[in-house]
């Protein structure tokens, strides 16, 4: 497997992290406007990108953002779990972005984790299709779990899968317990976009903040690309940048 040299920019604080990103959101979404254009962004859930999700919130109210012309597809979705369920990430999304901007709902894309069993291949593919159809993803936001894992992409996982069926690590099920009051509440499995999938963007950045994540990031930093490390394919991307907190950065 290479090594790679991923390029990683050191923010003061995860504030000031998010509100950059942010400022690279919004210049894409205004210049593609001024285009009659579209901005197709892949979006993350988890702890790490709500700063991120409040500062486009903010620049809506404050400066009359518009997100009409944007496009999301989000990474995953836990199987199982209707899109009401209070733990969804649609119900996330909403909760944290959609409801307070102006995007149009048709625009917006997650993982549908009620799929039947039987239509999960044809439904991975629609996905991957619907992205296609939007011109690809722009710009993939991504969080990394302590384990590594990009979306629900967990160690082990191959770089050429698109969007498909995983099966949660033990980890990320323990780390997801006490929101669904039990690991034994928590899906054994989840839709997420492959690795394949996330290479495709056109740019990735990867978020993380905050003293735990610093051991995981500095091994996806320094190791060789391997399946055992997901965060490691980002590597191979020719624009990823992982964008840290001081307390995250090795
Ligand atoms: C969420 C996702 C996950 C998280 C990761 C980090 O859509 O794909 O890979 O990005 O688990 O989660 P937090 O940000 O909660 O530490």
């Not at 992290?17 to 009659?36: K, M, P, Q, Y």
């Not at 962004?41 to 500062?55: K, M």
């Not at 901007?101 to 894309?109: Q, T």
Request: proline share 5%; glycine share 8%; net charge negative.
């Amino acid at each position: 497997m290479p090594t790679h040299a991923l390029a990683h920019r050191l923010f003061p604080s995860a504030e000031a992290a998010s509100e950059a990103l942010a400022a690279e959101i919004a210049d894409l979404i205004r210049s593609r406007a001024a285009e009659n254009r579209s901005a197709v962004f892949g979006l993350a859930t988890g702890s790490t990108p709500l700063r991120l999700y409040a500062e486009l919130i903010h620049l809506h109210r404050a400066q009359g953002l518009s997100f009409t012309n944007v496009v999301t597809y989000n990474l995953d979705e836990y199987l199982g779990l209707p899109r009401g369920h209070p733990e969804s990430y649609w119900q996330f999304m909403h909760f944290n972005l959609f409801d307070h901007i102006d995007m149009r709902p048709e625009n917006i894309h997650l993982p549908d984790g009620s799929t039947a069993e039987e239509d999960l291949a044809s439904y991975c593919e629609a996905y991957e299709q619907s992205i296609r159809e939007a011109g690809g993803i722009d710009l993939q936001i991504l969080g990394i779990g302590h384990n590594g894992h990009i979306g629900f992409n967990e160690p082990g996982s191959q770089s050429d899968l698109r969007t498909h069926v995983a099966e949660l690590s033990e980890m990320t099920i323990r780390n997801a317990a006490q929101s669904f009051g039990g690991a034994e509440h928590v899906p054994g499995r989840a839709l997420t976009m492959g690795v394949r999938t996330i290479l495709d963007a056109r740019r990735i950045v990867l978020l993380a903040f905050g003293e735990s994540k610093a051991e995981i990031v500095r091994r996806a930093l320094t190791e060789e690309i391997s399946p055992d490390l997901p965060a490691t394919y980002v590597g191979a991307h020719p624009d990823a940048s992982f964008y840290l907190d001081q307390a995250a950065a090795p």
